[in-house]
Nanobody, 120 residues
Framework: QVHLVESGGGLVQPGGSLRLSCAAS????????MRWFRQAPGKEREFVASISWSAGITYYVDSVKGRFTISRDNAKNTVYLQMNSLKPEDTAVYYC?????????????WGQGTQVTVSS
C-alpha cells in the first residue's frame, strides 16, 4: 500500500508560482510512474503531467507546457510539480497519482488533493 500526501497548494496571483509536493509513505515509489491530475469546479479530472520511474521521461498536457515542470526525488520518495506563470484557469484541486503494472496487475494510488487558486 502506498499513501500519497500532497502539499504546497494555496492562493496565488496570476503570473505567480507554486511548487506542489507529493510525498509517499508505506512503500517505495520504485517502479511507479508518477502523475499529476487536476479537477476544476464543475469539470472532469484531467491529466496534467507525468514522469517515469527510471528514465524520468516526462509528458505534459498542452495547456501547461512551458510553464509547469514535473520532477521526482526517488531517494526522498517524493514528486514535485513546479508551476510558473500561473493563470486563473489553472485553479483546481491537484491530485498526485502513482501507478505501475506488475505481471499484468495494475497497482494505483491517489492522494487526497491540494487546492490551487489563482486569483487577483
Amino acid at each position: 500500500q502506498v499513501h500519497l500526501v500532497e502539499s504546497g497548494g494555496g492562493l496565488v496571483q496570476p503570473g505567480g508560482s507554486l511548487r506542489l509536493s507529493c510525498a509517499a509513505s508505506g512503500r517505495t515509489l520504485s517502479g511507479y510512474t508518477m502523475r499529476w491530475f487536476r479537477q476544476a469546479p464543475g469539470k472532469e479530472r484531467e491529466f496534467v503531467a507525468s514522469i517515469s520511474w527510471s528514465a524520468g521521461i516526462t509528458y505534459y498536457v498542452d495547456s501547461v507546457k512551458g510553464r509547469f515542470t514535473i520532477s521526482r526525488d526517488n531517494a526522498k520518495n517524493t514528486v514535485y510539480l513546479q508551476m510558473n506563470s500561473l493563470k486563473p484557469e489553472d485553479t483546481a484541486v491537484y491530485y498526485c497519482y502513482a501507478d505501475r503494472t506488475v505481471r499484468g496487475t495494475m497497482y494505483n494510488y491517489w492522494g487526497q488533493g491540494t487546492q490551487v487558486t489563482v486569483s487577483s
